[in-house]
């Protein structure tokens, strides 16, 4: 048991600075709330109910946000398998073929929807 005690008392001293912290903040903070307060804040802008032009988004944000996590998955998961690609052998090389070809269905995906063209 003392081996835990160092962080018992660091989740301890974590928990109660958070508690003190909050508890503080809306002792001693401002009590006046108004409209303006309370509304979102788009950068100056009055905030609108909608998004112009219907709330529609062009499929242009989502294929980014797509190509973003293909390549940070690729990223992820190849460079420790280029770290320890001699030790894992032949079966290491065979996973690494089969994860790159799973890449390639998203890849190929948004490249056919036109997520590669930037106007």
């Not at 062009?58 to 320890?84: H, N, S």
């Not at 998203?106 to 106007?119: A, N, Q, S």
Request: charged residues 15%; hydrophobic residues 50%.
């Amino acid at each position: 048991m003392n081996v835990y005690i160092p962080l018992l008392t660091l989740a301890g001293l974590g928990m109660l600075f958070a508690l003190f912290s909050v508890s503080v903040t809306s002792l001693t903070g401002p009590k006046r709330y108004n409209r303006a307060k309370v509304d979102a804040y788009e950068c100056g802008i009055e905030p609108t109910p909608q998004a112009v032009g219907g709330g529609r988004f062009p499929v242009k944000y989502y294929l980014t946000a797509m190509m973003f996590i293909i390549f940070d998955l690729e990223i992820v998961f190849l460079y420790p398998w280029a770290v320890a690609s001699d030790q894992l052998g032949l079966f290491g090389l065979a996973a690494i073929m089969l994860f790159l070809f799973n890449l390639t269905v998203p890849f190929v995906y948004e490249w056919r929807r036109g997520g590669l063209e930037w106007d």
